[in-house]
DNA sequence: TTGGCAACCTGTAACGTTTCAGTATACTGA
DNA sequence: TCAGTATACTGAAACGTTACAGGTTGCCAA
């Protein structure tokens, strides 16, 4: 009278998640044939494929990912490599979002791969292409000779990076052309009658420092203004440190009567510094900056900003890293975000 | 002379990544053997264990993730459930920065499932549930009564919230105390002389949207303030209907001469407001506002602010999920943090 | 009639792991 | 001496999937 259950023969039983047998028994097939009339295979009948797919739909059968990759390798994964050490990366988040966005009609799965500051940031490309642990991967703060980027590379593990390398290698990426950005915004304030710039840098090593600093200089020597030195600053800083240089700068005579900044968050320290100096915004001193949520207009209303959106960014990445799993050319996932004009306040 | 290399006997190539049949070819011993000694079964010689856990050390062998997932059904993965359409939630990467501190030494994953408003937020848990796709789930915006957490409960499945419910159920929590947060607010305001007080209420419908207005109300009998009531807004409404709205507030006879806040998002809107309409922060009205990183007192001086640390959140709520998962009592995993003081400016 | 072939379908093995049900050996106590 | 038992190990099976190497029809041409 013990009639245990057993895996056997409780295949009709609904209770269990249903799997290829379960399929195979209802319909009567193998469950070679029920394998391959999901994925659409040509050896199998149409009425079989059909018959199959409904009975699939119906009870709600869902390929077992681990059965899968265990068979296949494929992890059905893409993996974002992010440092955490970077404090105020508030557009984590859109980026985030903007590759779920992309991800969410496909049986991808996002998994976050953290490092810190302590670890060499190829740590967790190692990690994930040694445990084969995601199909695609998307890495971020890029450098001009990343290797990262190389060794991903030859590995062959498909992946997108969140701004260009230069290193003669073809692989997907999303940029901010930070170039246009920070020429157009030293244009701006030329415009304006301003000739003495700073410009706030992106991290140094990184592509877009290079990018940045390059699109400023080339616009100064352009309109015929000249940098103001401002080489102990850049966006990764603290708050603190920003604003304290920032009004030690501001209190020479020799200051900036405007200012190129590659971040939102760092042109608060920016203001800060410079009302700390005993000026204002809008009479002393201009500031055109990077920001990629509508806040700084709310902060000062001086403020000359030009939008970032990382959700696109995000979304660009994503499709790119899946575009190379599916076999696309990489040198045709390559994209480049151009900067809105330079927006003042509109009340 | 077609010399081809089998699976079946490459197992000391080193190419290949190893396995416990790598490991088992190497020492001579069975795989079971093996798979025991590295997880330090009784049953095992403590000189085998030793030389097991040596080799496979040297040679970096790591459990294949989909074997173990198959096999145990133990998928080493948690995840975090997300609505990506409340914008300015710039926190998000604080709570997953969190999260990954935690699971850093473990075997665990992160991923970030995702919803929009547009879905049921029942149903992102329910894919994860019935796809088995995660041993633990995080999910936040907790309601009193949430379907999520009743539903994970029937299904026996670890989980913690970012918030509390209050079904008379018992499990894991996070929460921020928003009741001492609003009443904390509320008694500072009054202490500056203010006595007609509005609150910038969190979403309606969440758990804490109860605490918050319970704070408020109640310390505002306790110090013998009036509420200017101000219902149409909420902190997940846009920056603009916010902004339109306080300014609607101020430009009547009966504003009120003072503000709680329960994001940093929206209290730039409320400051807008207020000087929309003429008035002075700091002089006509005063704003105590949660902030979850130090930028509010770089965009006015005379806010108030409370700091509520969302990284410590995503830590906690990762520690309680693993504990859940380990065995611990639901009970004994839930954590209240306590509000800090009301902090003015210092420059 | 027969051989060939296309169309459809199937069983077996394998991916790497853990669990079950052992086996072999050495030691114990009577 | 011998049963009993503790210790240390092992092979086979199973998780769910896909690839490989077939198998069985039925039809057509010679």
Redesign the interface.
Known sequence: MDRRVTKKDDDASGKE?PTLKTLAFMTGLGVTTVSRALKDAPEIGAETRRRVQLVAKQI?Y?P????V??RTGK?N?ISLV?N?EH????F??DI??GV??VI?DTPY??????YSRSQDPLDPVRYLV????ADGVIISRTQPNDPRARYMLERGIPFATHGRTDMGLVHPYHDFDNYTFAGEAVRYLAGMGHNRLALVTPPVGLTYYGHTVNGFADALSEVGASEVPFNTVSIDQS?EQI?MRTAQLMRRKDRPDGFVSSAA?AT??I??GIEDAGLKLGRDVDVVSKQS???LH??RRELLVVNENFRLAGSELARAVLGWIGGADPGSLQSLSTPSEVLPYRG
């Open positions: 998640r709600g869902r077992n990912r681990a059965g990759r265990l992890t994964v992010l955490t404090e105020l990366m508030s984590v988040s985030i979002y779920t966005e969410a799965h996002l998994i976050v791969t953290p040694e445990t084969g642990s708050i604003r968050a608060l320290a203001v800060a949520s509508e806040l709310l902060f």
